[in-house]
């Protein structure tokens, strides 16, 4: 981190490596938060879902062989552990990438007048022989959404792939104290 911190203090005249150092602080800041809370739930805080998923996209858009769109709709608060969310959302991206190999990972957050879905879809070979229910990344972000009110749904994408689901129940912005976030 200081090394980053260095850099990024220097004059940079290309937006590339500006911009690649930026997600590596961002990385290292999420990576701290995991240790720091062990991995387990942290304080819950009405968060902007639509950030989150726009910063795991973000990194996984530079890193990924396979081509990521991202659809949002403003205004996706959810009362969810800042950590929990960020790590539940990496396992189903991360997941959509590996089966979607060089094909199309597409990440979407829509919002309904209750609930705040964050749908992954990808056009790879679907789950084949193995039960999604026995993937212990699924098995994580399904405790999560469990924990927050919230379910996973897991059907087949309009790309051919698998689409995973989290739906979690959407926050009014004054129930709790916000986590503050910067959009990727």
């Keep these: 981190m200081c090394l980053a911190s ?19 602080s961002h ?5 701290n ?11 819950a805080a009405v968060v902007e879902a639509g950030d989150v998923v726009a910063a795991v996209w973000a990194t996984d858009a530079l890193s990924g062989p396979c081509s990521l769109r ?9 009362a969810a552990d800042p950590v929990g969310l960020e ?3 990496r396992n189903l991206v991360d997941n959509a990438i590996r089966a979607a190999g060089d094909g199309y990972v597409e990440i979407r957050v829509v919002t309904d007048r209750d609930h705040v ?6 056009s790879g070979p679907g789950f084949g022989l193995i039960k999604p229910q026995e993937k ?10 469990a924990e927050h009110d919230g379910r996973l749904r897991i059907d087949r994408s309009h790309l051919g792939g698998a689409m995973m689901q989290l739906v979690l129940p959407r926050a009014d912005v004054g129930q709790l104290p916000t986590q503050t976030r910067t959009s990727a």
Excluded: H, Y
């Design 87 to 89: 790590r539940s959302v």
């Design 6 to 24: 260095v850099a990024a203090s220097q004059t940079l005249e290309d937006p590339a490596i500006r911009s690649s150092l930026d997600q590596m």
């Design 117 to 122: 879905t964050i749908e992954v879809s990808d």
């Design 33 to 43: 938060r995991m240790v720091a809370t062990g991995g387990s739930q942290s304080r």
């Design 27 to 31: 990385e290292v800041d999420w990576l």
């Design 136 to 145: 212990l990344g699924l098995l994580t972000v399904r405790r999560f959404a």
């Design 70 to 78: 991202l659809v949002r709709e403003a205004s996706a608060w959810v």
